[in-house]
């Protein structure tokens, strides 16, 4: 099934308001938030600003302009901590400087990361379908963050590749800074989770540049991300989350996240042995199995696809490839 562009974007819009309900009908503690960039429609290449999602999906507390103080990235958000945490909590509770959600473009809900960091086969059924051993230790790796596109992007085909792939992943960002994290400490250096596609051209990927993987995984729009980041006090357990992608409308990946051979705080404690990790860093922590390039025959994304990834409690992200 391939949908028309003006069925897609009402589609699209449906499916956002009702995720994202849901979500927020599901947060029992009520102390979670939705925290989403946006940019207002008819800005042209205007300002970004950082909001919280009203519970109902229809709207946006705008936090610059409930507080001219707050910064308008949300990397600038992560690096003030706790206290600006706090204010986007008081912001969502005055619900004032709402802005409707028709009147906003998403963008991903980090755009200027200092690193993305990405977990190679991290789910055993995944290894399984490639005649792939376990991995003992965690296979790090890593895509530029140029790649970063909003949730409702576009994906862009490049022409230098033929074979450009699908993977959902449950991504999840750092909200504090740390070196050599113990792993008991791991998730209090986390400020939550979201969606991700880590795209993929395998030609580039499986057969040229000498078999590393940073070329083909980092072409422009190669890393569809949102479409917010949702606080960790916001999801009951990050790993017993179904995860799932389709493409036009067919189920391509269904899994859940408890699959994952290395969870959330041993990959914040392993990467920090070698690097420090900063307020804003992404981390994709594997896809499940159902790619296109272990099917029989092959399948590859196309002009006029549409992929949708959705993982429960966080939302769905939908890219239509051009």
């Not at 947060?27 to 042209?44: E, I, P, T, Y």
């Not at 995860?243 to 404690?269: E, H, P, Y």
Request: charged content about 25%; hydrophobic content about 40%; aromatic content about 6%.
């Amino acid at each position: 099934m391939r949908l028309p562009l003006r069925s897609f974007c009402i589609f699209r819009t449906l499916i956002h308001r009702r995720l994202t309900a849901d979500v927020q009908r599901r947060n029992l503690s009520g102390a979670g938030m939705r925290l989403v960039q946006f940019r207002r429609h008819g800005d042209g290449g205007g300002v970004v600003r950082v909001g919280v999602e009203r519970g109902d999906g229809l709207g946006v507390v705008d936090l610059k302009a409930f507080d001219p103080s707050m910064p308008s990235t949300m990397r600038e958000l992560l690096e003030l901590g706790e206290a600006g945490l706090e204010s986007a909590h008081r912001a969502l509770a005055s619900d004032q400087c709402l802005v409707d959600r028709a009147d906003i473009q998403l963008l991903p809900p980090v755009s200027a990361p200092e690193k993305v960091v990405c977990v190679g086969m991290n789910y055993k059924d995944h290894c399984l379908e490639q005649n792939a051993p376990i991995p003992k230790e965690p296979i790090i790796f890593s895509k530029f963050p140029s790649a970063i596109t909003g949730p409702y992007d576009d994906i862009v085909l490049p022409t230098e590749s033929q074979e450009v792939d699908w993977e959902v992943e449950l991504a999840f960002v750092i909200g504090r800074r740390g070196k050599h994290i113990k792993e008991e400490d791991a998730l209090s250096h986390v400020a939550g989770f979201t969606v991700a596609n880590d795209v993929s051209a395998r030609d580039w990927q499986m057969k040229r540049n000498g078999r590393q993987w940073l070329l083909g995984k980092t072409f422009d729009s190669f890393c569809p991300l949102g479409p917010a980041l949702v606080t960790t006090d916001a999801v009951r357990d990050p790993h017993n989350l179904n995860i799932r992608c389709l493409v036009n409308g067919d189920a391509m990946q269904s899994s859940n996240t408890d699959q994952m051979i290395f969870k959330t705080a041993a990959l914040v404690a392993w990467v920090s042995k070698f690097v420090t990790l900063t307020p804003g860093d992404v981390f994709l922590t594997g896809t499940p199995p159902g790619v296109g390039v272990f099917k029989k025959p092959p399948v590859f994304l196309k002009k006029g696809d549409v992929v949708e990834c959705q993982i429960d409690q966080l939302g769905s992200i939908i890219n239509k490839v051009v």
